[in-house]
């Protein structure tokens, strides 16, 4: 019995092993230090990657797009909903791309500064910055919160609270 478990065990780690493989080989290399390859490669492709960054608007019933688009069958969203609510998507994402990148630069610049020897003045003036990238991004994600909560009737956010609490 134990020289049929064997093979079995062996094969599944090796499936497990591949697989994790596979998924990996969709990120691209960080040239940050301080960005893992993930990090990295959902900051530039403008995908989610802070979330307790929205968690304010969440808890006070504002639902992200990607939420309301995702359940817009059962929501019964009108066209004019589904519309409002994409543009509102697409703006968040090409905020998130935008802001992204930004972050990379700033994060290589200071990886740079700290590599050469920098005065504090360097290190102040980057480091401000980038708290201001990461408030831009913030906002951005907020500001698509509110204005998906607005273009929701208060039964679709209760209904989609529900849906998502689910799933």
Known sequence: MLKNILPL??????????????????????????????QFTQLISGEYLFDDIEQVARLNHYPMPDAALKFKKELSLSP????????????????????????????TT???????????????????????????????????????GNALAPQQITKLETLAAHN
Do not use: W
Not at 15 to 23: E, L, N, P
């Open 80 to 107: 004019v909903q589904v519309t409002k609510i994409t543009a509102i998507a697409a703006e968040l994402h090409r905020k998130r791309v935008e802001m992204g990148n930004f972050i990379v630069t700033n994060e």
């Open 110 to 148: 200071l990886d740079k500064l700290m590599k050469k020897g920098t005065d504090n003045g360097s290190i102040i003036f980057y480091s401000n910055r980038s708290g201001l990238y990461y408030g831009e991004l913030r906002n951005a994600i907020l500001q698509a919160c509110l204005g998906t």
């Open 9 to 38: 065990l062996i094969i599944l780690m090796l499936s497990i092993a591949a697989k994790a493989q596979q998924a990996d080989s969709t990120l691209k290399k960080s040239p940050v230090k301080t960005l893992s390859d993930k």
